[in-house]
DNA sequence: ACCATAGGTTCATATAATGAACCAGAAACA
DNA sequence: TGTTTCTGGTTCATTATATGAACCTATGGT
């Protein structure tokens, strides 16, 4: 491991739930000797990437960061970012992909994508507003959200949009430990009838599940072939989303597709 | 300049108008060998601080500072902070007010907030960098800076955005002495044309000057009476912010509103 | 007074960074 | 079409840089 990459994996240390993290923690932490650290975290901090404070003299991230990340937002939209991502997903399913983000208690639609090889599609809006416990996204986010907003989402009426709606709390329930265990969510005709949707959650910096990419097939033409390649691709995406807009999955989420980083001469996704 | 040192500054070559920069541009850039920078690229890469794009294998900034910045906010919340005090702040100037702060030799934008009242305004853009020899916020922070950065900044070559902008060291000097007296540092069209601005600087826990809010106007607006309304509402908003972020302003920084509140409880340093 | 911990510093050693030269491929140009 | 001149990427002997055990000083706890 080159110095540079040393001294960048001390950043990693900084959490949520641990913004300071002083000398000799640091060095703990990462395993490296105390002088090592000491220096390297004085070239992060001539850079502006922590800074000291507190009695401790303790480092926290700096105020380099806010400023390259205002600028990777400005050249890397979200929008555009999840675009490119969601046309890989329909390519590789045939079917359509979406994007939606939760505002509030709500999921709402921010992009999409058509497949052109099937003359029959689900189709969508944009803003479109998406039901928690009825939709394959909704339900993928809650199965990685606070128990507070589950418990929110399920006590209140739970609207049956089509008769297949699953409307039972302790049923969602046991639905969203299965998709903890998968990592994938799945809906039929919860939503509309006729469609039948898999969806893989998008997680923040700070492993919230912040929203959820899915991918809609008609019913005709699900079978479990399909479901198996949708599955698969589905997460992969949701993963590369997540990376590619600066999100940490959880630690218990599960990975199938161990995504070894090769150098930087890298295999396109 | 330790190894680590030259990696973090080919960062700083990514700007908002020069978001991807290829590999031979990059050395030039840095004046480094190509393979140094092909390699120190190849760590900042798989760290996620930048990413490889496009038919020319083009670098761009990464995921990796979208996650940082994250956490830096979250650790520490200077923007919620400053845009709450900047709203303040143009609501009783009705003008555009912004919030910069030093990163090593440079001040650059960290948010800002318009007022709805004119149809023209003054617009800024997140990330932006103040010229410190040209603009009322980078008075302001080199009126309190210590005498070494002033003399580099006023030895190196001083670059004339305007045909106003003052160039001429002495000049100058004389001009800091004048906001030292002040507290407030002033710029005519000395980076933009027609943008006249009031600036004060932000200190922090070392009575540093670390940043400066400022007020900009169009200079068709500007008279004396909201020349007098600015400054007196930048200086009061610029103390409010340096007390918010834990700051505290050097003894002899000059208060004409002292808000010496005769309560039993002391004012929190 | 004592021990354990902290941040910070030193210097001989070993490891990692360096850069001139070199590929191979893609445009630009004639 | 061949030639020039870019580009990103690679090699390897040389050199400079990073490293870590030990040390220093201060502080908080017992």
Redesign the interface.
């Known amino acids: 491991m080159?110095?540079?990459?040393k001294?960048?994996?001390l950043?990693n240390y900084?959490?949520?739930s641990r913004?300071?993290v002083g000398l000799s923690d640091m060095a703990r932490l990462s395993g490296l000797n105390k002088a090592t650290v000491y220096?390297?975290m004085g070239?992060?901090a001539?850079?502006?990437?922590v800074e000291q404070?507190g009695t401790g003299r303790e480092y926290?991230?700096?105020?380099?960061?806010?400023?390259?990340?205002?600028?990777?937002?400005?050249?890397?939209p979200m929008r555009d970012v999840a675009a490119e991502v969601l046309r890989d997903l329909s390519d590789a399913t045939q079917e359509t992909a979406h994007f939606s983000l939760m505002q509030g208690r709500t999921l709402s639609t921010v992009t999409y994508a058509y497949s052109p090889v099937h003359g029959t599609r689900v189709t969508m809006e944009d803003a479109d507003v998406l039901m928690l416990h009825a939709t394959s996204s909704g339900l993928a986010v809650l199965a990685y959200s606070a128990p507070d907003l589950v418990g929110a989402v399920l006590e209140g009426p739970l609207e049956a949009r089509t008769d297949q709606t699953i409307t039972d709390p302790a049923h969602i329930r046991r639905m969203l430990d299965e998709i903890r265990r998968d990592g994938v969510a799945e809906s039929v005709s919860g939503f509309e009838n006729d469609v039948h949707s898999h969806a893989a959650p998008i997680f923040?910096?700070?492993s919230r599940a912040m929203g959820a990419i899915a991918v809609a097939a008609p019913t005709a033409r699900m079978d479990a072939a399909l479901a198996a390649r949708i599955r698969v691709a589905v997460k992969a995406q949701a993963l590369r989303l997540t990376?590619?807009?600066?999100?940490?999955p959880p630690p218990d989420y599960p990975r199938n597709t161990p995504d070894t980083?090769a150098?930087?001469?890298?295999a396109p996704a």
Request: net charge positive; hydrophobic share 50%.
């Open positions: 080159g110095t540079t990459a001294a960048l994996s950043l900084f959490t949520r913004p300071l220096r390297l070239e992060l001539e850079a502006g990437f404070v926290r991230l700096g105020p380099a960061v806010m400023r390259l990340a205002a600028l990777r937002e400005h050249a890397v923040d910096a700070e990376r590619m807009l600066g999100g940490l980083v150098g930087h001469a890298p």
